[in-house]
């Protein structure tokens, strides 16, 4: 039988814990180790429990590293565990800027290892699904591409590390806003359904930030992103909601438009003259299974890093650019509940959609 590979985990409280439960869940992978400088958790006995990613990255033969550590943090250490001889699962987002992308793809090719990176979205068989239903015609000629995100975020959430709601800390790019953390996932998929790829598949981005809170980064983004194949994309993105709903990418045509919720892996096709529109599920596959098929029987990924250099493109523009805008106090409302406190921006709710379907930032239409 073929040895388990062996795993370690870098950041293990959070979000990092759900990979140490995928790890354990699977038999094919052994938990070996894990680094965080609060403590190791709850692991079984005998795993190595390290203060940093190095150490654990250093002392270790390890067949997979999981990087769940602020960004500054990605390209250094996912460079050394390529050197070592190890694959990486990177969370999102990957690197923070266009330079460490290309360094970092040249790092695994020098080393025959792959980088995987956490955009949980792309392990669907909804993404796909959306791109080939744009392109049979059912919808007509694509006029262009949306993206809707509207969650609610605490000003404690900003709050919630040392880096939590910076653009940049001590010289070094966090990138922390609303496009590039807590709704990344929505440019990357609208992406990913557009077929960019590449940093240079991106030509031009007019990017509008805002802020309700007290916040170096965003928190209620506008943005159209332009394609070299003459595809535009307009994202809105808020963290400013009431509550939050589900995001999704849409998919505007000439006759219909696509509606493909990416965290619920469903497609909704709504043709012009039908009363209502077609509904189809589709299966998600762990990235971390992914990358262990890929290990096992060189498989092609599904969100490798090479995939995600265009979204690398926006980030870098985003945290580079002009900061965000703060909003209008007047459409700002501050509300306590369950001992945090939320401020959300009245009408951002319309004003996120509009941005999607007209394909205009708000600053075009005169919003907020």
């Known amino acids: 039988m073929t040895p388990p590979l062996r795993v370690g985990v870098a950041g293990v409280h959070g979000h990092g814990r759900s ?122 000629d694509l006029v262009h591409v949306g993206a809707v995100g509207q969650w609610s ?72 992103i332009e394609l070299r194949d003459g595809t535009r994309i307009a994202a809105g993105l808020a963290a400013t909601a009431v509550r939050r709903q589900e995001p999704y990418v849409l998919v505007r045509g000439t006759r219909g438009f696509l509606v493909y919720l990416y965290t619920l892996d469903t497609l909704h096709v709504h043709r012009d003259g039908a009363a209502l529109p077609r509904a189809y599920a589709f299966d998600r596959t762990s990235l971390l299974d992914d990358l262990a098929a890929h290990i096992h029987d060189g498989s092609d990924l599904l969100a490798p890093l090479r995939r995600t250099g265009a979204f690398t493109r926006v980030l870098e523009d985003v945290v580079t650019g002009p900061p965000a805008t703060p909003i209008h106090p007047g459409l700002v409302r501050v509300e306590a509940s369950d001992g945090e406190t939320f401020r959300t921006v009245i009408g951002v709710e319309d004003a996120v959609e509009r941005v999607a379907w007209e394909g205009r930032t708000f600053r075009d239409l005169g919003l907020l």
């Open 19 to 140: 990979h140490v439960d995928a790890v354990l869940a699977r038999p094919d992978l052994e938990l070996v180790a894990v680094a965080d400088p609060r403590g190791g958790g709850d692991v079984p006995p005998g795993t190595g429990v390290f203060a940093d990613a190095t150490s654990m990255i250093e002392a270790l033969d390890l067949d997979i590293v999981v990087l769940s550590t602020p960004i500054p943090t990605h390209t250094e250490l996912a460079r050394l565990a390529l050197a070592r001889g190890a694959h990486v699962l990177l969370e999102k987002p990957p690197v923070p800027s266009v330079a460490d992308h290309h360094a970092l793809l040249s790092a695994a090719d020098a080393a025959s290892r792959a980088v995987q990176v956490g955009f949980q979205s792309l392990g669907s068989a909804g993404v796909p699904a959306t791109a080939d239903a744009l392109a049979s015609g059912v919808i007509g």
């Open 153 to 224: 975020r605490s000003e404690q959430y900003w709050r919630r590390a040392p880096w939590a709601g910076h653009r940049e800390l001590d010289g070094r790019l966090i990138a922390d806003g609303v496009v590039t953390n807590p709704l990344a996932h929505a440019v990357a998929t609208a992406f990913a359904v557009a077929g960019a790829a590449a940093p240079e598949d991106v030509v031009a981005i007019d990017a509008d930030l805002r802020r309700a809170n007290d916040i170096d980064t965003d928190d209620t983004s506008s943005l159209v």
